[in-house]
Each structure stands twice: as structure tokens, then as C-alpha cells.
């Protein structure tokens, strides 16, 4: 590995988006952010994605918890289509 790198006729690459993502600006209050960055830092998920599934909830399109009870009913029904 070199010691120094010359990057002087580097080009930036195409930034990559996340698939069923979009990149938006949005204004909300600094009370909703910091109560927001709360709770992630308890839960350890990001706040950003704390925002999106308190949205989702709103919209009623929460995502049901993964229960063993519905793993089981999915290995079932991919058994009973494989088998």
C-alpha cells in the first residue's frame, strides 16, 4: 500500500439510493427532533427511522411484529408449497 494517493483526477462516483427510499427536506420542530433523538439513543435505532415508522403507524401501515408464532406459519406454508 502507498504512503500517499493521488486523487487530483478523481471523479466523484454516482450516489447510490436506496430502493423504496426518496431523499427529502423536510422542517419539523426542534422539541419533535430532540424527543425523536431520544428515544433512539434508548432503543438504539436512529431517529430518522423512529420518525418513518411513527409515520407508518399513523398511515395505519405499521408492519407486523415477527412472532415465533408467524414464523412458524410462514416455514409451514413454504414447506406446504415446496414439499
Not at 419533535?32 to 427511522?49: L, P, R, S
Not at 423512529?50 to 412458524?72: P, Q, S, W
Amino acid at each position: 500500500m502507498k504512503k500517499e494517493y493521488d486523487f487530483s483526477k478523481a471523479r466523484r462516483g454516482a450516489v447510490v439510493t436506496p430502493a423504496g427510499k426518496t431523499r427529502i427536506t423536510i422542517y419539523l420542530d426542534d422539541e419533535i427532533v430532540q424527543e425523536f433523538k431520544k428515544q433512539a439513543e434508548k432503543t438504539g435505532k436512529g431517529y430518522q427511522t423512529l420518525i418513518n415508522e411513527a409515520l407508518k403507524t399513523h398511515l395505519g401501515r405499521k408492519e407486523k411484529a415477527l412472532t415465533a408464532d408467524l414464523v412458524r406459519k410462514i416455514v409451514r406454508e413454504e414447506l406446504a408449497a415446496n414439499g
